[in-house]
């Protein structure tokens, strides 16, 4: 049966730096992640075709850059916009724009940044991407954490409360294998 492979990118310069957004480079560990992004994929794949889909971020194509597979990059899997928080930690966000900070945390889902995304409009713009992964055979997405929270979430059907809180953990596949009902997940680890 054909299998949706889903990674975060390695750890970003931001990832370090606890920031939001950005389009910062991949850290050594996460460069560290991006060598063995291959070999812990082909051991999942047994031997089958894939096609590597990354967002338009530096940091998803560094991760995907060792991958021996045909790649396409797309606008509509790039992370949820921040917009006047891009660039800012949480401890920042809650210093400058404290109301922000509380609607969110009151409504994570629904809360739109200034100037930028909710998780809302994330699930909107991905659409199509969801679209074409239904017709396609084994795809691997080198994605963002709130990207992989709104496909995973649709996938396993978890509700608009639960999505914006779904674990995606860094440096960790998962596997995905659509079933009549319902959705297979492995996760592999990768340990640095
Ligand atoms: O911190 C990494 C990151 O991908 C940010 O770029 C993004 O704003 C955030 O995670 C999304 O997670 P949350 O919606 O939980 O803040």
């Not at 045909?70 to 949820?80: I, M, T, V």
């Not at 900070?101 to 409504?107: E, H, K, V």
Request: hydrophobic share 30%; glycine share 8%; aromatic share 12%.
């Amino acid at each position: 049966p054909r299998a949706i492979f889903f990674s975060r990118h390695g750890e970003s310069m931001y990832n370090v730096l606890g920031k939001l957004g950005g389009d910062s480079d991949l850290s050594p560990r996460g460069r560290k992640y991006s060598e063995a992004l291959p070999g812990l994929i082909s051991k999942h794949l047994d031997g089958q075709n894939l096609t590597v889909w990354t967002s338009t971020m530096r940091r998803t194509i560094q991760t995907g850059q060792h991958l021996p597979y045909p790649k396409l990059q797309w606008k509509a899997l790039d992370e949820l916009d921040a917009g006047v928080c891009d660039g800012l930690t949480y401890e920042d966000v809650e210093q400058q724009y404290p109301e922000d900070f509380a609607l969110r945390d009151d409504d994570k889902f629904n809360y739109r940044y200034r100037g930028g995304e909710s998780y809302r409009d994330v699930v909107l713009r991905l659409e199509p991407v969801i679209m074409e992964l239904e017709r396609q055979h084994n795809i691997l997405i080198v994605g963002h954490q709130a990207i992989l929270r709104c496909i995973y979430a649709y996938y396993l059907n978890y509700s608009h409360e639960e999505l914006p809180y779904i674990k995606i953990p860094l440096h960790t596949v998962l596997k995905l294998t659509p079933r009549a009902y319902g959705c297979d997940v492995e996760q592999y680890k990768f340990d640095i």
